[in-house]
Nanobody
Framework: QVQLVESGGGLVQAGGSLRLSCVASGRTFSNYGMGWFRQAPGKEREFVAAINWRGISTYYADSVKGRFTISRDNAKNTVYLQMNSLKPEDTAVYSC?????????????????WGQGTQVTVSS
């Protein structure tokens, strides 16, 4: 089992920045690829970004490319999502997920463990 706990969400004005963190416990964190997803009210879960187990390869949704950066620190069992130039349409609950296959996938069903999520609200 892997337990994931997100933090860093909050209320920010459009154009602002937030950094989300996801701390993992349980099995060896460096064995897992990690992803960030988001879900807005009334909408389906949406892929945001993914990073492989070594932190060398990353993959982004087109909607966040150039504004968001995913990174990880395996020594701290933590994955981050730096979000800049935030827009009201970025408002959602953001969740991290762990994939034992480290496939850099955008498909939620390919992830094995999920956190509870943290709310991000961007005001206009």
């Amino acid at each position: 089992q892997v337990q994931l706990v997100e933090s860093g969400g909050g209320l920010v004005q459009a154009g602002g920045s937030l950094r989300l963190s996801c701390v993992a416990s349980g099995r060896t964190f460096s064995n897992y690829g990690m992803g960030w997803f988001r879900q807005a009210p009334g909408k389906e879960r949406e892929f945001v970004a993914a990073i492989n187990w070594r932190g060398i390869s990353t993959y982004y949704a087109d909607s966040v490319k150039g504004r968001f950066t995913i990174s990880r620190d395996n020594a701290k069992n933590t994955v981050y999502l730096q979000m800049n130039s935030l827009k009201p349409e970025d408002t959602a609950v953001y969740s991290c997920a762990a994939d034992y296959g480290s496939r850099l996938s955008r498909e939620p069903e390919e992830y094995d463990y999920w956190g509870q999520g943290t709310q991000v609200t961007v005001s206009s």
